[in-house]
């Protein structure tokens, strides 16, 4: 019987597949020298460029750079005019910043359950969640599948609810047809180091809405209209030159990026369906295309592994791979403990609207935090990479059958 890596046994691989990385060439180099030399480091006409070609990329009319994903929710709930003890309703299972920048301004989450194939919103669980409170949904497009837009636009209008879309793991990714970041009233994106194209940390806002975009760039730069004239509340969100000319680079080679992650995670998907009872693949319905920001399957019971166990496993294979969000943000304790001012700043103001989060519910979000297993994903990965992920998996799925 062959032995596993982890047992002393030889492993798949010795150089390890990296989880994620960022790919930047001489082209971007370049572009940061060329901003060096200018001397004009912070925010300027680079910038500028950089938000005009984003929105002819995304087909919106206004493009807002910042310095994070997370200050483009920031900036946008605020132009939104989100207010202290008003609802937004998101989901527990993605990253922090999508629920917990509504915290910010005292926006309270409403976290609802996902749908247990795509790991987006379930969309009919919206409706059940509004209240007189509610302001806001925040559809995520979770790991670069857009999330069932249709449904989702059709309650925001029966109930007169703003849609923030979180595509921060979503560049590029479609719904039947039409481009993420055009179904809503805003969308943010994040460029972070790991993401479908990148400024280092960077995140873009985007907006069909003249008013909501003249906000958004005047929150970013200190609430500032015109040189050390203050009208609205503001902070230092903006991005720099030098992170814009990177994010140029990137977005013309998005296109590229994006092609190379959907050909490896639809061939890695084809291997594991042959075992889906054991690993079920990503999804990727009719109608969606999916960018793969990172490939996510489900490790079912039957493989007889437990996912820690997994995990470990195929890294002493030489894989890496790892759990993908496995604390739902209602049982983070940010979330857990709300309610004490040493953790969030506006719990007393709040007390009579905040709700106790340990009795939150998302049964298939909670199934899904168990299972699931992100897998190299980044436009390097080669068809060796491939093959060696299907051998190491296959590997650890014989040695439980036997
Ligand atoms: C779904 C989602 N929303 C928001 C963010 C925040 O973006 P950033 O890390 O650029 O602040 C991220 C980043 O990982 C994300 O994945």
Not at 154 to 178: C, N, S, T, W
Not at 195 to 211: A, L, R, S, Y
Not at 318 to 327: D, E, F, H, Q
Not at 332 to 345: R, S, T
Request: aromatic content about 8%.
């Amino acid at each position: 019987m062959v032995k596993l890596a982890i047992e002393g046994g030889e492993p798949v691989r010795r150089e390890k597949i990296p989880i994620a990385v960022p790919i930047l060439g001489e082209e971007e180099e370049r572009a940061v020298i060329e901003v060096l030399r200018s001397g004009y480091l912070v925010q300027g006409e680079v910038v500028e460029k950089f938000e005009k070609e984003f929105a002819k990329f995304n087909g919106v009319k206004h493009a807002i750079a910042v310095n994070s994903g997370t200050a483009a929710l920031h900036v946008a709930f605020q132009a939104l005019k989100l207010l202290p003890g008003d609802e937004v309703i998101t989901v527990p299972y993605t990253f922090s910043a999508s629920a917990t920048a509504a915290l910010f301004l005292g926006g309270i989450p409403v976290f609802v359950d996902i749908n247990p194939e795509t790991f987006n919103v379930e969309p009919e669980k919206i409706e059940k969640a509004i209240t007189r409170k509610t302001k806001g949904i925040i559809p995520v497009h979770l790991f670069g599948l857009p999330a069932d837009m249709d449904p989702i636009k059709e309650v925001a209008e029966k109930h007169g609810l703003f849609i923030l879309e979180d595509a921060a793991q979503a560049h590029k990714a479609r719904y039947k047809g039409h481009m993420v970041g055009t179904f809503g009233d805003v969308a943010i994106y994040s460029f972070y180091a790991t993401k479908n194209m990148t400024t280092g940390e960077g995140g873009m806002i985007v907006t069909n809405d003249d008013e909501i975009a003249e906000k958004c760039r005047i929150i970013r730069d200190q609430g500032q209209k015109g040189k050390y004239n203050h009208v609205l509340l503001g902070y230092n969100y903006r991005m720099t030159n030098i992170m814009a000319a990177i994010g140029l680079k990137q977005l013309e080679k998005l296109q590229n990026f994006t092609k190379k992650r959907q050909e490896f995670a639809r061939k890695l998907s084809k291997e594991l369906e042959k075992i889906r009872e054991l690993i079920k693949p990503s999804k990727e319905p009719e109608g969606y295309e999916h960018v793969y920001y990172l490939y996510a399957c489900l490790l079912e019971e039957k493989s007889g592994w437990e996912r820690d166990g997994f995990i470990k496993a195929l890294e002493a294979e030489g894989i890496s791979a790892g759990p993908i969000y496995k604390t739902l943000l209602y049982h983070q304790p940010l979330y857990e403990n709300i309610k004490d001012p040493n953790v969030y700043p506006y719990a007393e103001m709040l007390k009579n609207f905040l709700p106790n989060y340990k009795k939150a519910k998302c049964p298939i979000a909670e199934e899904i935090a168990k299972k699931a297993i992100q897998l190299p994903m980044h436009p390097k990965l080669t068809e060796k990479d491939l093959k060696d992920i299907i051998t190491a998996i296959e590997k650890l799925i014989l040695q439980k059958k036997k």
